[in-house]
């Protein structure tokens, strides 16, 4: 699990990853030092849970993958069976490169388990 975060994170412009249980709980991560564990964590549970409930309501389920822009950096939820996979990334990154390397990651990750 940590190898899956670890080389996702080698990836360009991405700043650090981790993977969230639906209650928020961190199961396993690799962020950079900016960012509080258990914030992200708790932070990614909560709109993860929102997305899902609205895709269910729209008929657009299953929940997938959801990207959050701001001024200062992206971040990429992603449902991976056994938890939400959470990647963090700088403003200016590819983004289709990172939604590739996110599936590759969900796919090994379920892989895995």
């Known amino acids: 699990m940590y190898e899956v975060l670890e080389n996702l994170n080698k990836t360009s412009g991405i700043t650090g990853s981790m993977l969230v249980a639906e209650d ?3 199961i396993a991560s ?11 964590g708790a ?10 409930k609205s895709m269910v309501k729209l008929g657009h389920e299953p929940f997938e ?3 959050i822009e701001a001024d200062r950096g992206k971040m990429f939820l992603a449902d991976a069976g056994v938890g939400i996979l959470v990647v ?3 403003h200016q990154v590819n983004i ?8 590759n990651a969900v796919a090994k990750l379920q892989e895995d388990n």
């Open 24 to 26: 928020g709980i961190v």
């Open 30 to 40: 690799d962020l950079d030092s900016t960012h509080e564990e258990e914030t992200v």
């Open 43 to 52: 932070l990614a549970s909560s709109i993860a849970a929102v997305v899902r």
């Open 65 to 67: 993958q959801v990207t």
């Open 88 to 90: 963090t990334a700088e």
């Open 96 to 103: 289709g490169l990172v939604r590739l390397e996110i599936k």
